[in-house]
T-cell receptor, first 112, second 109 residues
Framework: DGGITQSPKYLFRKEGQNVTLSCEQN?????MYWYRQDPGQGLRLIYY???????QKGDIAEGYSVSREKKESFPLTVTSAQKNPTAFYLC???????????FGPGTRLTVL | GQNIDQPTEMTATEGAIVQINCTYQ??????LFWYQQHAGEAPTFLSY??LDGLEEKGRFSSFLSRSKGYSYLLLKELQMKDSASYLC??????????WGAGTKLIIKP
């Protein structure tokens, strides 16, 4: 059963701590994406990766980092440099630019 | 700058028809997507339009006019489960998806 998994669904961290959000897909998709969604706003692109070992900054990359060592995995680290990290984080993948993106269930991060 | 506009919220009655509009101004155009997102969940794909005209898929249809920078999503025979946010997204010249803020659709019995 193919899909995208994100864990955990809810995550709490203290201010000043780095935290890594996982994203795994078994759809054999080349492209993967990380978005942030805040209430009343559209999805904003943090980072994306078109192939393994390569990734590009999106519109709001500051305070975040990623890696793409395997095709199936695209973890996102929220660093202490991110000024307002509390948000809903969505990971997605696609087989090409013209193709729809499939989303994971999301991780809701709350920084206390 | 790039901009996508959708109404913030709409209300409709179960069994009725509703049209959700989306207007866009982007750097180039390589297609427009509609997604459905239930509260607290991930978006799910509904439709993709790249040529002008109407695409019908069951109870849902999507229309595109590239010259007007305009699209709409038409939902027929509304059901309570259609209560969700509907997101419009445009693939720009750099093949990046630009997302609207979404339209929250409330269905009343």
């Amino acid at each position: 059963d193919g899909g995208i998994t994100q864990s955990p669904k809810y995550l709490f961290r203290k201010e000043g701590q780095n935290v890594t959000l996982s994203c795994e897909q078994n759809l054999n998709h080349d492209a993967m994406y990380w978005y942030r969604q805040d209430p009343g706003q559209g999805l904003r692109l943090i980072y994306y990766s078109q192939i393994v070992n390569d990734f590009q900054k999106g519109d709001i990359a500051e305070g975040y980092s990623v890696s793409r060592e395997k095709k199936e995995s695209f973890p996102l680290t929220v660093t202490s440099a991110q000024k307002n990290p509390t948000a809903f984080y969505l990971c997605a993948s696609s087989s090409g630019e013209y193709n729809e993106q499939f989303f994971g269930p999301g991780t809701r991060l709350t920084v206390l | 700058g790039q901009n996508i506009d959708q109404p913030t919220e709409m209300t409709a009655t179960e069994g009725a028809i509703v049209q959700i509009n989306c207007t866009y101004q982007t750097s180039g155009f390589n297609g427009l997507f509609w997604y459905q997102q239930h509260a607290g969940e991930a978006p799910t794909f509904l439709s993709y339009n790249v040529l002008d005209g109407l695409e019908e898929k069951g109870r849902f249809s999507s229309f595109l006019s590239r010259s007007k920078g305009y699209s709409y999503l038409l939902l027929k025979e509304l059901q309570m489960k259609d209560s969700a946010s509907y997101l419009c997204a445009v693939l720009d010249s750099n093949y990046q998806l630009i997302w609207g803020a979404g339209t929250k659709l409330i269905i009343k019995p």
